[in-house]
């Protein structure tokens, strides 16, 4: 990952506070493979958006604000990974890097298209297959 974003940073926080109900700097470093003082200068912005809040003696939590952007990203990140899923990329790891990478730059409309088609494609998955069957095969 180039260098996270706020967003990629509301999303580790969001991960990691529905696994341990608490972030700490050295988990969110962790999970975003940076060091901790750039985490540090993020968390102020965070909390300066009214993202995000300190418990003292726990860490820190998403606000009910924060906790909804959160879940507004991990949508977007699954429907976008459906996506790849849907089209073969059959690397989680490929799949992941590049999902990471389109989230940020993805537009509301695409993405409502997207998630039109993910529908129509669980709806009509035999229609699909014989889609995807019939597109060249990779090198
Ligand atoms: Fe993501």
Redesign the pocket.
């Known amino acids: 990952m180039a260098t996270p974003n706020q967003?990629?940073y509301l999303?580790a926080i969001w991960f990691i506070t529905q696994e341990k109900g608490y972030a700490r700097v050295t988990d969110i470093a962790e999970r975003l493979n940076i060091s901790q003082a750039s985490v540090s200068k993020m968390l102020r912005r965070l909390k300066a958006d009214g993202l995000l809040e300190v418990e003292r003696y726990r860490g820190l939590s998403l606000t009910p604000y924060g906790e909804s952007q959160g879940q507004r990203?991990?949508a977007?990140?699954r429907i976008?990974e459906r996506f790849l899923e849907q089209l073969g990329v059959s690397d989680p790891a490929v799949a992941?890097h590049d999902?990471?990478g389109i989230?940020h730059y993805v537009s509301a409309e695409t993405l409502e298209r997207l998630s039109a088609l993910i529908q129509y494609i669980d709806q009509h998955p035999e229609w699909w297959d014989a889609m995807i069957h019939n597109l060249p095969s990779r090198k």
């Open positions: 967003e990629d999303e990203l991990l977007r990140h976008l992941y999902v990471e989230e």
